[in-house]
T-cell receptor, first 108, second 115 residues
Framework: GDSVTQMEGPVTLSEEAFLTINCTYT??????LFWYVQYPGEGLQLLLK?????DKGSNKGFEATYRKETTSFHLEKGSVQVSDSAVYFC???????FGAGTQVVVTP | EAQVTQNPRYLITVTGKKLTVTCSQN?????MSWYRQDPGLGLRQIYY???????DKGDVPEGYKVSRKEKRNFPLILESPSPNQTSLYFC??????????????FGDGTRLSIL
């Protein structure tokens, strides 16, 4: 069945470090893919999306590319800030499947 | 302002006492859904609704009921809550499940504690 797998956290890194969160999916067809972010005490917010293969979604310095050949949608940011500390969820349209979430902690 | 509103935000109650968590959206969205979020398990879908009077089970529907009598509201009902339903619950909506370009909008969450 459809599913999303993302790397486990927590991921702890220093300010200005490079961040990668891996996400792979299984799905029927080629659904749109999303990354959501959940800041402490808040609901989920859409961070970025890609609707077809080779599309790159980007927002707030984050990027993710829809890779059909590897069924992946890894999230990257070149230089993280303390304010990026949050839980990040990968998801695909399908049945609105989400990964388990990856907590990111950025220290000053 | 476009939003999904859940109430209550926090609730502590006891086993067996029926409760309802309300969810309302003001965006005229057709699709609505409920999730629970548990540590290590991420978001799991409880129920969803494609439109008025159309509801279906998600991945973890046991112990829950929903209704969709009008487009804007999608209440989650726990007829006889149990401690394993202690969780953080999110309601979400989307214009249409058939449009793959439209992500879901989420409410701020309801934290339920069942003693």
């Amino acid at each position: 069945g459809d599913s999303v797998t993302q790397m486990e956290g927590p991921v702890t890194l220093s300010e200005e470090a490079f961040l990668t969160i891996n996400c792979t999916y299984t799905a029927t067809g080629y659904p749109s893919l999303f990354w959501y972010v959940q800041y402490p005490g808040e609901g989920l917010q859409l961070l970025l999306k890609a609707t077809k293969a080779d599309d790159k979604g980007s927002n707030k310095g984050f990027e993710a590319t829809y890779r059909k050949e590897t069924t992946s949608f890894h999230l990257e940011k070149g230089s993280v800030q303390v304010s990026d500390s949050a839980v990040y969820f990968c998801g695909h349209w399908g049945k609105f499947q989400f990964g388990a979430g990856t907590q990111v902690v950025v220290t000053p | 302002e476009a939003q999904v509103t859940q109430n209550p935000r926090y609730l502590i109650t006891v086993t067996g006492k029926k409760l309802t968590v309300t969810c309302s959206q003001n965006m005229n969205h057709e699709y609505m859904s409920w999730y629970r979020q548990d540590p290590g398990l991420g978001l799991r879908q409880i129920y969803y609704s494609m439109n008025v009077e159309v509801t279906d089970k998600g991945d973890v529907p046991e112990g829950y009921k929903v209704s969709r009598k009008e487009k804007r509201n999608f209440p989650l009902i726990l007829e006889s809550p149990s401690p394993n339903q202690t969780s953080l619950y999110f309601c979400a909506s989307s214009p249409s499940a058939g449009d793959s370009n439209q992500p879901q909008h989420f409410g701020d969450g309801t934290r339920l504690s069942i003693l």
